[in-house]
Each structure stands twice: as structure tokens, then as C-alpha cells.
């Protein structure tokens, strides 16, 4: 995979096999082997849910749009982003004994 495409991660929901004779994991990754040949490229991680008929893909943007393309592809849903819920300080300064203390009174 080229290093200059950051890896990038989705949910696909994918259509039941037809007849569903084959199982859906070995239907999502003939999904997945068509999308290889295509780019050129293998995804970095793979999960399959066949309970909720969705894989999550971890890939270039490339394999990802590829495999968004495809007709089994019902949807692709990006995930929730991690959010630091830590609120950094903008300013940070050194405060003297005497502002300390006038907080310290404000604030009760």
C-alpha cells in the first residue's frame, strides 16, 4: 500500500448472498478479494458481523471507495470519531501568590 494514503476505517453493510447458500463471511471476503485485485491493495484490518450482515474495513481511501462502489454494498456508515474530552488550556502562564490568593477568595 502506497505510504502517502493515510489508512482510514468504515462500516459496510453488505447485501445477503443470493440464495444465501454460502455463508456471509466467505461472501464478504469474495467482496473483499474482488476490491484487492482491482486496487492493487489488501486492507490493514477486517471484521465481519454476519449477525448485522456488516464488515468494518481498515484501508486507503482508494480501497475503500472501491469497495464502496460494488453492488452488494447496501451502505458504508464512517465511524464515530474519538473525541478528548480533555479541554486543553489556551494560555498557560505562572501566577503570582498574590492572583492565586484573589482567585482563591472569588471562588469562595
Do not use: C, W
Request: aromatic share 4%; glycine share 4%; proline share 8%.
Amino acid at each position: 500500500m502506497p505510504g502517502s494514503q493515510r489508512v482510514q476505517k468504515r462500516h459496510f453493510v453488505i447485501s445477503e448472498p443470493k440464495g444465501a447458500k454460502s455463508p456471509f463471511d466467505s461472501h464478504a471476503r469474495t467482496i473483499l478479494d474482488r476490491v484487492s485485485k482491482e486496487t492493487g491493495e489488501t486492507p490493514v484490518a477486517v471484521q465481519s458481523r454476519p449477525n448485522l450482515g456488516t464488515v468494518s474495513v481498515e484501508a486507503s481511501p482508494t480501497y475503500l471507495s472501491t469497495l464502496e462502489k460494488q453492488p452488494e454494498v447496501v451502505k458504508s456508515i464512517m465511524p464515530a470519531v474519538d473525541q478528548d474530552i480533555l479541554i486543553r488550556p489556551v494560555k498557560v502562564r505562572k501566577a503570582t501568590l498574590k492572583e492565586a490568593a484573589r482567585f482563591k477568595r472569588k471562588r469562595g
